[in-house]
């Protein structure tokens, strides 16, 4: 399974069309925040509609000890004061905008700035700051799926057009997650660049830190930045630097120190994509050694942003367990940071009205 292609990507996601009634609930009119949940085999979900969260992850280790490998909050409500985007969808665009502007189709956007000068996840108000509505929840023994739906306004965050946006997270057979991130200009062009911010720690959420962890970049590039964390535009070799993970069993703590703050840096997995990739590549493995559990990662997007947390300090999360630096890590599968700024040397994240932006990834979660 090293490749996903095209067509068992589709496959996956037309099954949503034919839910059986009875099982299928949809909600038309989202105002408050709400949670759900999805279970299928070993592996059992929660969710938010406040920024499309998936705020729970729950997996037998090795000796069938159940644990949840996600971090976040107990209460939904928690979100709407969350800083850190825990299993946030975010957007319109993910990561740093830099100097909170660009240039499309000889107009420039003035984008609010949340990040030093920078626009931020979308802004102080994006895709995580918001109700989405539920428009499909199936559980049935058979399907396990939940789509959730948000209309972005023309001029939402300083963006430009009017946006129809969905993510479906779909637990498939072996305990496999899937999630399906997709959105159409319906008015002008835009940028769009949707992540899923999910925080793991394999230990449980509450094990302390994912240093001990190791993983596996597919990855023999990443995009430098400057000390804003913007991107200078180049590209730059991982080998014999702190960031080559290509090694199957390297910890993430044992070159960390070399890393100002910690990692916080995109991979590169392709140079070009083209709006519909013939597979899924696969992008990283993570393992924790002690429980025995093992997540791999394949997406259809150009970049991954590896995060270990750093700026996590005495964050108050579920069960009362306080979080700090390095308690979890996140794999953003994304465009490249600041790609509207770079138009030359990255993949466009531009979409035009009447095409569709689609975002793919797919976890597998095993225990050995």
């Known amino acids: 399974m090293t490749k996903l292609s095209v067509f068992f990507t589709l496959f996956l996601f037309q099954t949503l069309s034919f839910a059986s009634h009875g099982h299928c609930k949809t909600e038309d009119d989202e105002v408050a925040v709400k949670q759900y949940e999805l279970q299928k085999g070993n592996l059992k979900l929660g969710f938010t509609n406040y920024g499309a969260t ?18 976040g909050f107990d209460n939904p409500e928690d979100y709407k004061n969350d ?3 825990f299993g946030n969808i975010v957007g319109r665009v993910a990561n740093r905008i830099g100097g909170a502007g660009f240039k499309l189709n000889g107009t420039y956007y003035k984008l609010p700035a949340n990040d030093h000068n920078n626009t931020l996840h979308g ?13 499909e929840l199936v559980q049935t023994s058979k399907q396990a799926h939940i789509t959730f739906s948000y209309d972005s306004f023309d001029g939402e965050e300083g963006f430009p057009g009017d946006l129809s946006v969905s993510v479906t997270y ?23 660049n949707l ?19 190791t993983i596996h970049i597919i990855s023999h590039y990443y995009t430098p930045v400057d000390d804003q964390l913007i991107p200078t535009g180049q590209f730059a070799v991982v080998k014999g630097t702190p960031y080559d993970f290509t090694t199957r069993s390297r910890q993430i703590g044992s070159r960390i120190d070399e890393v100002e703050g910690g990692y916080d840096i995109n991979y590169v997995i392709a140079r070009k994509i083209g ?14 050694e002690a429980s025995g559990r093992k997540m791999e990662l394949w997406t259809n997007q150009p970049g991954v942003q590896f995060y270990t947390g750093n700026m996590l300090d005495s964050v108050k999360g579920k069960g009362g367990v306080t979080y700090n630096k390095y308690a979890g890590l996140c794999l953003e599968t994304q465009g490249f940071p600041d790609a509207v700024n770079h ?12 095409h569709t932006y689609v975002h793919a990834m797919v976890f597998r979660f095993t225990a050995t």
Request: hydrophobic share 35%.
């Open 123 to 135: 802004g102080p108000k994006g895709f995580s700051d918001v109700i989405w509505k539920v428009t």
């Open 170 to 192: 779909m637990i498939l057979k072996h305990n496999i997650l899937a999630i399906r991130m997709s959105a159409t200009p319906l008015t002008k062009a835009t940028p769009v």
């Open 275 to 288: 709006p519909l990739e013939p597979h899924l590549e696969k992008t990283a493995v993570v393992r924790d």
């Open 54 to 71: 998936l705020n729970s992850v729950t997996f037998p280790d090795r000796h069938g000890k159940l644990a949840d490998i996600s971090l």
């Open 343 to 354: 138009p030359n040397n990255f993949p466009s994240q531009v979409v035009e009205p009447g």
């Open 83 to 85: 800083t850190v985007y």
């Open 195 to 213: 992540a899923y911010h999910g925080y793991w720690n394999l230990g449980g959420h509450d094990s302390g830190t994912i240093l001990n962890h």
